[in-house]
């Protein structure tokens, strides 16, 4: 069901006009396409949803949670439901994450799961690609202007090949209690050079996220209207931004290129940083709440972390932090930080008003853009093949072990129960303690959405057996029907009232894991 048409035209590439400005100021000045209004009820969300990426205050902690499993059912774990298709990944929607939110004053007191995406269809025949995309190690023996001078002529192709499609982003609802689809908001959409893969934000019966291509838009969270569809002012032509919006009484701040920060009420600018001292992408902003006052931290420059005052954008102060596309996370007056090398590592702050002052480097650990949680006085941290446990006050490391996982990357951990839970390739969990790793679940998924051990998986559909007499039939069965089932990439599950929702290659899955 197409709701409210977005009133934009299908294109492959805008640009868009660029306003400079000296520094954080207060703009307060409305955008220039026209919103929609409409009166959305003023509903409030329950302590144990997951409303917002990385969870209702944006640390991966589940509130609220009841008890969860200790061990798995001896005949595995079964989806409580499974969506109707949904793609993801670089063609086929992106790597967003879900969202749940619960609403006390909706008459339907249905539960709801959202979730952003953002595809491309083919129209026509797709011209051969001469120029792509080059792995580090493949631009050995290349200049850098050599270098520059090929990804110039590689996003030039890819701009051409885009032509060959349609861009659709869609906001899909679902019934938390049986998967069922309540509603879709599907808008025409730009083309980036990746696919716009943020997470709603869930706040007053409305949702937010940012589109592509600088669109930042409104939704009413019952019925999936439009409130307002807004185009920032900036030059657009192939970016990806996958920031979530953090909301602050009435205001939605964000990174696209730079720091924003918008009305909720219309989408106008209330505050925008400066393009070069508040430039970013993928990180998303953070809430820290400091002696009655509402502040925002977020990753900038691609190594700094700095912190604004929410209603005006005033900057307070900015550290080196080494943080790259990582969330930073905020545990009372300590700031986490998460580095893309080891030497860059976990780091911790203790946070003032006027400044933030280091207190400990963690170098075990290094991750693209996944971040940290922090739970019961200790950093647990995934990076490569490894997770660690990091004693918050003193940096020291309690524990270290090693996953088998193939390429582990982005994904974050995410805490209920005093339990951390990883979902990539399957589902490990394992117990929130200093003194040793001590598993909980460490499981995979079938074709059937089936969670259970990989040996018992391997039994079930008969894998070990036709090994004996084939091993490349049975390493072929193996993928189709575990190797390439499981959680998205770089996509992070959400924990509320003791089920966790599941982002799959092709939909979402729910499992209900409270204790039997």
């Not at 990174?255 to 009420?265: D, E, F, M, N, P």
């Not at 009655?292 to 700095?306: I, L, Y």
């Not at 030497?343 to 400044?355: A, E, H, L, P, W």
């Not at 995410?414 to 339990?419: C, L």
Request: proline share 4%.
């Amino acid at each position: 069901m197409k709701l409210w048409p977005a009133t934009l035209p299908a294109a492959v590439a805008i640009r868009l006009s660029r306003t400079a400005h000296s520094g954080v100021v207060t703009v307060l000045r409305p955008l220039l396409l026209t919103s929609f209004v409409l009166s959305v009820s003023s509903l409030t969300v329950s302590a144990g949803d997951w409303t917002q990426w990385r969870g209702n205050d944006r640390n991966c902690v589940a509130t609220d949670s009841p008890a969860l499993l200790t061990a798995l059912p001896d005949d595995g774990l079964k989806p409580v439901w499974v969506s109707e298709e949904i793609g993801s990944g670089s063609n086929n929607g992106g790597w967003g994450s879900p969202v749940v939110a619960d609403f006390p004053g909706d008459q339907t007191a249905t539960k709801r799961v959202y979730l952003f995406t953002h595809k491309r269809i083919k129209i026509r025949d797709v011209p051969q690609k001469q120029f792509p995309w080059l792995p580090p190690e493949k631009r050995v023996g290349m200049t850098d202007a050599e270098y520059e001078e090929y990804e110039r002529k590689r996003r030039d192709e890819d701009e051409e090949i885009a032509k060959s499609y349609v861009f659709r982003e869609t906001i899909y609802c679902l019934n938390a209690a049986d998967g069922s689809t309540l509603w879709k908001n599907e808008n025409d959409s730009f083309y980036t050079r990746f696919p716009q893969s943020g997470s709603p934000t869930v706040s007053n019966g409305r949702l937010y996220i940012l589109g592509a291509g600088g669109h930042v838009r409104s939704i009413d969270a019952i019925t999936g209207k439009d409130v307002w569809n807004n185009r920032l002012p900036l030059e657009f032509r192939d970016e990806f931004w996958q920031s979530s919006f953090l909301i602050v009484d009435d205001v939605a701040i964000f990174l696209a290129g730079k720091l924003y920060a918008v009305s909720t009420g219309d989408g106008s600018i209330v505050w925008e940083g400066d393009s070069k001292t508040t430039r970013g992408t993928h990180t998303s902003p953070v809430l820290w709440q400091h002696d009655g006052h509402d502040f925002v931290v977020v990753n900038v420059n691609g190594n700094q972390t700095a912190c604004f005052e929410a209603k005006t954008g005033r900057e307070l102060w900015r550290v080196d932090s080494e943080a790259g596309l990582s969330t930073p996370v905020v545990a009372g007056d300590l700031l986490i930080t998460y580095g893309n090398s080891r030497k860059k590592g976990v780091r911790c702050f203790r946070m003032s008003t006027s400044d933030a002052t280091h207190l400990w480097t963690y170098n075990g650990c290094q991750d693209k853009g996944s971040s940290p949680v922090v739970v019961n006085g200790h950093v647990f941290v995934r990076g490569e093949k490894r997770i660690a446990c990091v004693n918050v006050e003193t940096g020291d490391e309690e524990w270290r072990t090693t996953i088998d996982l193939g390429r582990p990357q982005y994904t974050s951990l995410v805490v209920a129960d005093n339990k951390v839970f990883y979902a990539l390739e399957g589902v490990l969990a394992f117990a929130a303690t200093p003194d040793d790793f001590t598993p909980v679940i460490n499981a995979k998924v079938d074709a059937d959405g089936l969670i259970a051990s990989e040996a018992a998986l391997r039994k079930l559909h008969g894998i070990d057996e036709l090994e004996k007499q084939d091993q490349g039939a049975a390493e072929k069965l193996y993928q189709s029907k575990i190797g390439r089932q499981g959680p998205v990439e770089c996509a992070t599950p959400a924990l509320a009232d003791g089920r966790i929702y599941l982002r799959m290659k092709n939909s979402i899955a729910c499992y209900d894991l409270t204790a039997r």
